[in-house]
């Protein structure tokens, strides 16, 4: 697409810049993009482009044969989503040639993410770059990009570790089940509550492969309602002491006052299946299963304060990788840049060096 | 051809080297582990092969100097044990991918090939035609010492599965804990070893009661032990089929079955006759 050259450039506004409420009206569905598409082809000028629209950023990046290209293309995008345009400018910010690319595999290696190191991001960014794909806005120097962009935070990935360790408590969680169960998808996961984080868990369960889930609840139409939304089966919640022992996992967020499960029902429940293993995650607070069934044999129980511990371990371990995995990106960055420049020709523009016109037009 | 090849160095050279290869591998994971990161499981898995092919050449050497399995004082003992933990590695191994096996088999093989090297007493003497010709009796030994092999395997994932046990319930996960398979992936293969070990010591002894029936073997403490061995493994198979010996009391049961079974099994060297002789073995060190 891109034939006559211009500037390699990055503009938009994330977490570190806009807050929910702004992030919330700039976010991009399919369709507004393809109607911004349709906005900015009419000033020809844009060479390149693609976008990526997560709930933590939008950012453009692309090929812009001027300045002013740049400019218009934030208006549009101000314009199509009804967003005050001082507010996006306050917001947004611009980088250019290999600030810019140096920008993008920061990003595509989690490292400018709300949740360091975060892999999810990677995978947006594979959909903005097969979105401009798709669309025909992606030409000979994003194509360069996001292909390296992606091999470099692949490296920084295997080679830092940056993305070691679950931070999330519903992911520590299933992290735990694994170090027990090996895998998820033989293991019965019975979640007692019908509350936010006891879904939240139970669906990270369901994303990680356990197929087998029952839910129980004080008010029995609650369980039928989370059951239907996670595709599991409801139990009544007067039944679930009796039929511990049928499940592998039991996640506990029940807001009951007192101890739901107590010594002698997990003693029980362990004593018809000696042989497996029986998994507590105590969620609910004050706490569901009494402490002291960590003494029986193939028990296994954490509460909220052992995972959220084990979620600030792993956020501070990659926190430290941080230094490493920037200087990395430093060196791929820097050793793309001089690839990539040429197809830019974005050395000049109009006689000024191209990032002093970009920054004196911007 | 083969045998002018290996001749090039003397059984024990060629055992020494293969110690080596399994010091190697120790070393390798070791260092790995110092550093919190895993090591290569290609290499760790090089490395033990590596080490497996030499013991089987000094083997081999020492095999056709006696005319057959060389089983004939406690320096060979070892030596068989070690390479049958080492051939069942092997296969477990590549088909289980089980985390950190690698680098315990390679400290258990370079403690037992290292140990039996290092001391001359263990080489010194040997008993000459130990099976008389009897391939039944030599089948018997084989299969005794290979379960042995099985047992040891057994202890080092008995050890993992105690590490990983005590990672799970004192919240110790960082570090090198963070390598240690899973708790049923351990318990899985504890217990089809630890039924695979018992089926070829049965083997085992219905083989050799033959041989004792017709010739009543000199020593009943061999005989004893060697029972009791076999009854204490048979014990533990069916107290874990039933439930009721299970997780880390299994796991310790069979770690310390296999060290009386290691202690158990100088007295059976000394059990069975002819009486050993001394050897002049021309193959020091």
């Not at chain 2, 796991?251 to 009486?275: E, I, Q, Y």
Request: charged share 15%; aromatic share 8%; with cysteine.
């Amino acid at each position: 697409m891109s034939e006559a050259g211009g500037i390699f450039f990055h503009l938009g506004a994330s977490h570190h810049t806009a807050p929910l409420a702004l992030r919330e009206k700039l976010a991009l569905t399919p369709e507004k993009t393809a109607a911004l598409g349709a906005r900015i082809g009419a000033a020809g000028e844009m060479r390149e482009w693609a976008v990526l629209s997560t709930c933590n950023r939008v950012e453009f990046y692309g090929v812009a044969g001027s300045p002013a290209a740049i400019d218009h293309l934030q208006a549009e995008f101000c314009a199509l989503l009804e967003c005050s345009p001082a507010d996006f400018a306050g917001a947004a910010r611009r980088t250019f040639g290999l600030e810019a690319l140096r920008h993008l595999l920061v990003v595509a290696a989690g490292l400018d993410s709300q949740m360091l190191g975060e892999t999810e991001i990677f995978g947006q960014m594979k959909d903005a770059y097969a979105g401009a794909l798709h669309r025909g806005t992606a030409g000979p120097v994003l194509n360069r990009a996001f292909q390296k962009t992606f091999q470099a935070a692949k490296f920084v990935r295997t080679h830092t570790a940056i993305t070691e360790g679950q931070v999330s408590v519903a992911s520590v969680a299933v992290d735990l089940a694994l170090k027990i169960f090996g895998g998820l998808r033989a293991v019965r996961v019975l979640l007692l509550g019908a509350g936010e984080i006891g879904e939240k868990t139970a669906r990270a369960f369901r994303s990680r492969g356990a197929e087998a889930l029952t839910v129980a609840s004080r008010r029995l139409e609650h369980a039928m309602e989370l059951a239907q939304a996670l595709a599991a089966a409801a139990l009544p919640f007067e039944h679930a002491p009796g039929r511990l022992a049928e499940f592998d996992i039991v996640l506990c967020a029940t807001s009951a006052p007192g101890v739901v499960l107590t010594h002698d029902a997990v003693a029980a429940a362990i004593r018809r299946r000696p042989a497996r293993p029986l998994f507590f995650i105590d969620l609910a607070l004050p706490r569901d299963v009494e402490p002291t069934v960590t003494r029986l044999p193939n028990v296994f129980l954490y509460n909220l304060d052992d995972l959220a511990k084990i979620a600030d371990e792993n956020r501070a371990a990659r926190e430290n990788e941080v230094t490493r995995a920037q200087a990395l990106v430093t060196e791929k960055a820097g050793a793309l840049w001089p690839r990539l420049e040429p197809l830019c020709d974005s050395k000049t523009v109009n006689g000024k060096r191209w990032s002093a016109a970009a920054h004196s037009a911007g | 051809m083969l045998s002018n090849l290996l001749s090039i160095l003397t059984d024990r050279q060629w055992l020494w080297i293969a110690a080596g290869f399994y010091l190697a591998g120790f070393a390798l994971g070791t260092l790995a582990l110092l550093r919190e990161r895993r090591h290569s499981r290609l290499l760790m898995y090089i490395l033990i092969a590596s080490g497996y092919g030499l013991q089987n050449a000094g083997l081999w050497l020492r095999g056709q100097t006696e005319h057959g399995c060389p089983l004939g004082n406690q320096f060979e003992i070892f030596q068989f044990t070690a390479w049958s933990a080492t051939t069942l590695f092997l296969v477990i191994g590549a088909t289980f991918r089980v985390s950190l096996l690698g680098y315990f088999t390679s400290a258990l093989m370079a403690a037992l090939t290292v140990v039996s090297l290092a001391i001359p007493a263990w080489d010194s003497t040997h008993r000459a035609n130990v099976f008389g010709g009897n391939p039944w009796l030599e089948l018997h030994a084989a299969l005794a010492l290979f379960s042995y092999g099985v047992f040891a395997l057994l202890a080092l994932t008995s050890l993992l599965f105690l590490l990983r046990n005590y990672s799970l319930k004192n919240k110790r996960l960082g570090g090198w804990f963070s390598f240690l398979p899973s708790i049923i992936e351990l318990d899985q293969i504890s217990l089809r070893l630890l039924a695979a070990g018992v089926v070829l010591l049965t083997a085992s002894l219905a083989v050799g009661s033959v041989w004792w029936l017709r010739d009543p073997p000199g020593s009943v403490h061999m005989v004893a032990v060697t029972i009791a061995v076999w009854l204490a493994y048979a014990l533990a198979l069916g107290l874990r089929l039933r439930g009721a010996l299970i997780a880390q009391r299994f796991a310790w049961a069979c770690t310390v079955l296999f060290v009386a079974a290691l202690v158990s099994l100088d007295t059976v060297d000394h059990g069975s006759h002819p009486a050993p002789a001394a050897r002049a073995i021309s193959n020091q060190p």
